[in-house]
């Protein structure tokens, strides 16, 4: 058992960094920062994407419970917008339907308020999937290029030992097998990086396009409302929300 041990800890991941040289170190560098970002990613990423389900579920049905819009965007005031992107999309709405009703006021002409409401309520859908798709490109990035890496890291480790096997003139398989078994470990590494990084990124993904179809969802619903009139009048009172709508 002594010297199983003995040979384990010989040929580990101590002794290949033990043996690398300043390229190999840094392969291994990058493999570890690597992971370290992609579990980062991983794990806020999974946070963030639970937040927004509880949120995709609470929230329009909070906004549809009011009984009056000053009601509805109170409400969405208290469920703390800068974190919630449907209380967001709601506050837009409220926000592009007040603002055209002025416009309309004062001139005539100009776009109709469903083309008014339509733009505000994509920019708001843009601005929420930056939220939720942040992190993926860096996770499909690291699923790429992490077998890469350490594949790199084994190239250059069998070069080193055969360089070494070709100086002493020995090339027997006790000598070779331990070289090449280290350098085979930068492989195990890379791919050991790339497989968590792909799967949380398609699971992320999956977890996104389901975001992203409660807040079309939410969208397309605000917009039939407040294009059809459904809700009480509008009360020309300004509003606490960033990001105004541009006219048509």
Not at 3 to 32: E, K, N, P, R, T
Not at 49 to 61: I, S
Not at 105 to 133: D, H, K, M, P, Y
């Amino acid at each position: 058992m002594t010297m199983m041990a003995g040979a384990g800890s010989a040929h580990g991941l101590a002794s290949v960094l033990g043996q690398a040289d300043a390229v190999g170190l840094a392969a291994f560098s990058l493999l570890a920062a690597m992971s370290l970002a992609s579990w980062y990613l991983l794990v806020a990423g999974g946070l963030r994407h639970r937040r927004l389900r509880r949120q995709a579920r609470l929230t329009p049905d909070v906004f549809w419970k009011q009984s009056a819009l000053a009601a509805a965007h109170r409400a969405m005031i208290d469920r703390a917008p800068a974190a919630d992107p449907f209380a967001r999309l709601a506050l837009q709405a409220i926000d592009a339907t007040r603002q055209h009703a002025r416009a309309a006021s004062v001139e005539a002409g100009g776009c109709s308020l469903s083309e008014f409401l339509t733009r505000a309520l994509r920019r708001s859908i843009r601005s929420a999937l930056r939220e939720v798709e942040s992190g993926q490109a860096v996770l499909a990035s690291v699923g790429s290029t992490a077998p890469f890496v350490g594949l790199f890291g084994t190239v250059w480790g069998i070069y080193h030992a055969l360089a070494a096997i070709g100086a002493s003139g020995q090339a027997s398989l006790d000598r070779v097998a331990g070289p090449v078994g280290e350098a085979l470990i930068m492989t195990a590494l890379g791919i050991a990086v790339a497989v968590p990084a792909l799967l949380g990124y398609n699971g992320l993904l999956r977890s996104g396009r389901a975001i992203q179809t409660e807040l079309e969802g939410f969208a397309h619903d605000l917009h039939a409302r407040f294009a059809l009139g459904s809700m009480l009048s509008v009360e020309d009172r300004p509003l606490a929300v960033a990001g105004d709508p541009q006219g048509c």
